[in-house]
């Protein structure tokens, strides 16, 4: 009797702790990081003996109620490549807009990046090329 009172014990336990759910509080700080809501795009790596060939800011007002985009082209020498690219948000409240690779790239001599705003908010991004 007494062997099965463990047995029995011992799977109410195990029950127990396999559907424990952790309070919420020791996931806010993973959840709820409301520091930094920027939308950089970071494509490809930087290695040693990589250096920055460009740099550019790419800036354009906002519309009242309107979508306002830009699509701009970058180049390296034919010798280079680009090994990572970072289109860096300047706006860091979840007001920026957003990038997003068209054409090239890392790997390749050329990239277009197309710049995409939110509803009545401008464009404001820091371009930075890496190559090689």
Request: charged content about 15%; overall charge positive.
């Amino acid at each position: 009797m007494i062997k099965k009172c463990f047995v029995l014990l011992a799977l109410v336990a195990a029950i127990g702790i396999a559907t424990y759910v952790p309070p919420a509080k020791y996931l806010d700080h993973y959840a709820a990081n409301t520091t930094n809501k920027s939308h950089h795009l970071i494509a490809g790596s930087r290695l040693p003996g990589d250096h920055l060939y460009y740099q550019e800011y790419i800036v354009k007002s906002s519309s009242w109620l309107q979508i306002v985009s830009v699509e701009k082209s970058f180049n390296v020498s034919k010798n280079l490549r680009i090994t990572q690219l970072q289109a860096l948000d300047q706006k860091n409240n979840g007001n920026g807009a957003y990038a997003k690779i068209v054409k090239g790239g890392p790997g390749t001599s050329n990239v277009t990046i197309k710049f995409k705003s939110q509803r009545s908010h401008g464009i404001n991004f820091l371009v930075l090329l890496y190559a090689r």
